[in-house]
């Protein structure tokens, strides 16, 4: 199935009556949908509600920030989330909305085929690893399977948290030492690519 095909299916998802109620649309992902690094993150805010666009606001200037710390931009990464619609008042996701949207990224995940997958926060974490408190996962480079096929998972706390913490400079350089980690785990990808070309 070709990524535009999938966009479109979910475009006009009615699994969870709830989140029916409570988006404004479905916000199904930003960047470069050919990109063999992807983020996931928890559910959609209310401003990328409104403007159709993962991690946009506040949380998302953070995410700018650490990235462009590592020589990244958004067009170089693709960006989703483990549920794509805006659950009200921001509450968490329910494991059934989570379950709804299994089989969604799991096909994100096989057309894309990504090398390395960053999941934000506890919920991305938990959903892709089966692992939960991201504070002891957080900055660690964990191989897991999807789909059959190996992908390197480096969990990172959810750039909410800083902001909740009052922007803790301490937490921003822990923060900031996982994107390394990010940084160092697309190098050593790609080196593995380039041999393989041999």
Do not use: W
Not at 87 to 113: F, G, T, Y
């Amino acid at each position: 199935m070709p990524f535009t095909t999938l966009k479109i299916k979910y475009d006009k998802c009615t699994k969870c009556t709830s989140l029916c109620l409570s988006r404004t649309q479905v916000v199904f992902g930003s960047g470069n949908p050919k990109a063999e690094v992807v983020f996931i993150g928890e559910a959609p805010g209310a401003t990328e509600d409104k403007k159709g666009i993962p991690f946009c606001g506040m949380s998302g200037k953070i995410l700018q920030e650490l990235l462009a710390a590592i020589g990244l931009t958004r067009e170089d990464i693709f960006i989703t989330n483990t549920i794509l619609c805006h659950p009200q008042d921001n509450r968490n996701p329910s494991k059934e909305e989570v379950e709804n949207c299994r089989e969604r990224l799991n096909q994100l995940i096989e057309i894309m085929q990504p090398k390395v997958m960053v999941t934000i926060g506890n919920f991305a974490t938990e959903r892709i690893l089966n692992q939960k408190g991201i504070t002891s996962l957080r900055g660690k480079i964990i191989t897991t399977k999807i789909n059959g096929k190996e992908i390197k998972v480096v969990p990172v706390i959810h750039p909410a948290s800083y902001l909740y913490s009052g922007r803790n400079p301490i937490m921003f350089e822990n923060m900031k030492k996982d994107f390394q980690t990010i940084a160092t785990v697309i190098k050593e990808t790609k080196f593995q690519k380039s041999l393989s070309d041999f």
